[in-house]
């Protein structure tokens, strides 16, 4: 059965780290470009990061978290992460992770629209 399944989000203040964790089954994730997305209340889903495939030579980032985000591959564990420091009150939501339409690109950009598989999201909560 193919899936994607998110964890690691919680309940973090301002100024602390999260590593989120995207994890396949029923495919091999470094098949495809990964992207990580986050969507809070009353907003769009908007892209965060995302890796591309085969060992993830390329990685991009939303201006917003340049700097402080940083995504990777764990093709044992079949696995993409998003480590997230210096988190701030705007970075809250639903995060989810999605497959990118078509293998072996070699690129990737983090718009949803070329993304086609996605998880169920995990809550992150900024809050002092």
């Known amino acids: 059965q193919l899936q994607l399944v998110e964890s690691g989000g919680g309940l973090v203040q301002p100024g602390g780290s999260l590593r989120l964790s995207c994890t396949a089954s029923?495919?091999?994730?470094?098949?495809?470009?990964i992207g990580w997305f986050r969507q809070a209340p009353g907003k769009e889903r908007e892209g965060v990061s995302c890796?591309?495939?085969?060992?993830?030579?390329?990685?991009n980032y939303a201006d917003p978290v340049k700097g402080r985000f940083t995504i990777s591959r764990d093709n044992a564990k079949n696995t993409v992460y998003l480590q997230m420091d210096n988190l701030k009150p705007e970075d809250a939501g639903v995060y989810f992770c999605?497959?990118?339409?078509?293998?072996?690109?070699?690129?990737?950009?983090?718009?949803?629209?070329?993304?086609?598989?996605w998880g169920r999201g995990t809550q992150v909560t900024i809050s002092s």
């Open positions: 999605a497959r990118h339409f078509r293998p072996f690109t070699g690129i990737c950009w983090p718009s949803k629209e070329r993304y086609d598989f």
């Open positions: 029923g495919f091999t994730l470094d098949s495809y470009p």
């Open positions: 890796i591309s495939d085969r060992g993830g030579s390329m990685t």
